[in-house]
């Protein structure tokens, strides 16, 4: 199985960054896809997670309303659109398949088993 992300980079606070994180190996419209992120110096915490289908998605609260997080399976990608981009975003992001057994679990690192090598987001102030 490989999960691989790309689009991160540098940008100015307030500016918008679009994350994309394709997987193969696994039949990718069967998993629920999340994005985690972890800064320097403190532990990973959820970003986004959509399920299976697209139908439903979830958000920490310090991102709902800038970030988007959207599937395509016909390409085996879910992306994650992020605006109004602030400091403390900065982190690396990593990308994540899985089959949560609940709701709560969408939110959990445990409730995925695929891990992609993450992505750089910086922001600048």
């Known amino acids: 199985v490989d999960v691989v992300e790309s689009g991160g980079g540098l940008v100015q606070a307030g500016g918008s960054l679009r994350l994309s994180c394709a997987a193969s190996?696994?039949?990718?419209?069967?998993?629920?896809m999340a994005w985690f992120r972890q800064a320097p110096g403190k532990e990973r915490e959820f970003v986004a997670a959509t399920d299976w289908s697209g139908a439903s998605t979830y958000y920490a609260d310090s991102v709902k309303g800038r970030f988007n997080i959207f599937r395509e399976n016909t390409k085996n990608t879910v992306s994650l659109q992020m605006n109004n981009l602030r400091p403390e975003d900065t982190a690396v992001y990593s990308c994540?398949?899985?089959?949560?057994?609940?709701?709560?679990?969408?939110?959990?690192?445990?409730?995925?088993?695929?891990w992609g090598q993450g992505t750089q987001v910086t922001i600048s102030s």
């Open positions: 190996g696994i039949t990718f419209s069967a998993y629920a």
């Open positions: 994540a398949a899985g089959r949560p057994w609940s709701v709560d679990d969408h939110y959990r690192s445990g409730g995925y088993d695929y």
